[in-house]
């Protein structure tokens, strides 16, 4: 369990020093850096739910609760993490979560 609290601690850390966007932390607003913790929590903790499905999840609640361009925004930072999580092996799913 503590490689996956580590491993959630390095992706948000990556996020917040520009890895994955030309953007800084300083200009990423607080709800979709909370979407973004969110849904990279659902990637690794439950095994279940299918990538596209949390993904899609959390792009529904951007468009709702943030700004106009924030579910591009996290699209594209959600799927890089996602495919960086299954190249690197941490993204374990059952069979149902695969899908």
Known sequence: MSVKLTTLGVYINIIKLKKY???????????????LQ????????FKSIPVKVSINEYLEIAKEYS???????????????????MKEGLLKKNKRGMQ
């Open 21 to 35: 966007t030309e953007f800084s932390s300083y200009f990423i607003i607080k709800i979709d850096l909370i979407l």
């Open 67 to 85: 700004s106009k361009k924030s579910n591009v925004f996290i699209n594209g930072i959600l799927d890089k993490l996602s495919k960086n999580l």
């Open 38 to 45: 969110m849904c990279l929590s659902e990637f690794l903790y």
